[in-house]
């Protein structure tokens, strides 16, 4: 152990290991042509839209970590494209909530399935070795994404 991070034999930490490798599978998934062309943004908002409910805009801002005017501007184009709707805020008269529609959803649904053929895809260039390896891995990985979440809260 050195200053409190754990490290390998080769005396490099796993997070130093772990996050080019992370860096550039998401750099490559941002990257990717998919069916509707969404932004990594418009498809993070949706996301959240879909898993949390709908949103005002300045949550929405805050959790993405954009502007409230950029924010906005999204929203209004996500809007015209029919991915998301506004909706009187039922607690608060004068608020309004952002949700997602039905089109966002199918939206979610094509580029999630267009991001795992091209997973699988990729996955028919390793061997069958790295791959058992890469599945192996999978429960760890989600394991550690839930303690990230968890951290944020």
């Known amino acids: 152990m050195h200053n409190g991070v754990m490290e390998n034999p080769e005396g490099t930490s796993?997070?130093?290991q772990l996050l080019p490798v992370l860096g550039?599978?998401?750099?490559f998934l941002r990257q990717l042509d998919s069916p509707?062309?969404?932004?990594a943004v418009s498809l993070a908002?949706?996301?959240?839209?879909?898993?949390d409910g709908p949103g005002r805009v300045t949550d929405?801002?805050?959790?993405e970590r954009a502007s409230q005017p950029g924010m906005t501007q999204l929203v209004g184009r996500m809007e015209k494209s029919g991915l998301v709707q506004r909706a009187p805020d039922p607690a608060d008269g004068r608020g309004v909530l952002v949700e997602i529609t039905q089109e966002g959803r199918d939206v979610i649904a094509r580029t999630h399935?267009?991001?795992?053929?091209?997973?699988?895809?990729?996955?028919g260039h390793l061997?069958?070795?790295?791959?058992a390896a890469i599945v192996r891995a999978i429960p760890a990985l989600e394991r550690l994404a839930r303690a990230a979440e968890a951290s944020q809260d």
Do not use: I, K, M
């Open 14 to 16: 796993r997070g130093s």
């Open 24 to 27: 550039q599978l998401v750099r």
């Open 36 to 39: 509707d062309n969404p932004s």
């Open 45 to 51: 908002v949706l996301r959240r839209l879909a898993n």
């Open 60 to 63: 929405l801002a805050r959790l």
């Open 113 to 123: 399935a267009h991001y795992v053929a091209t997973l699988d895809e990729l996955f």
């Open 127 to 131: 061997g069958a070795e790295d791959s």
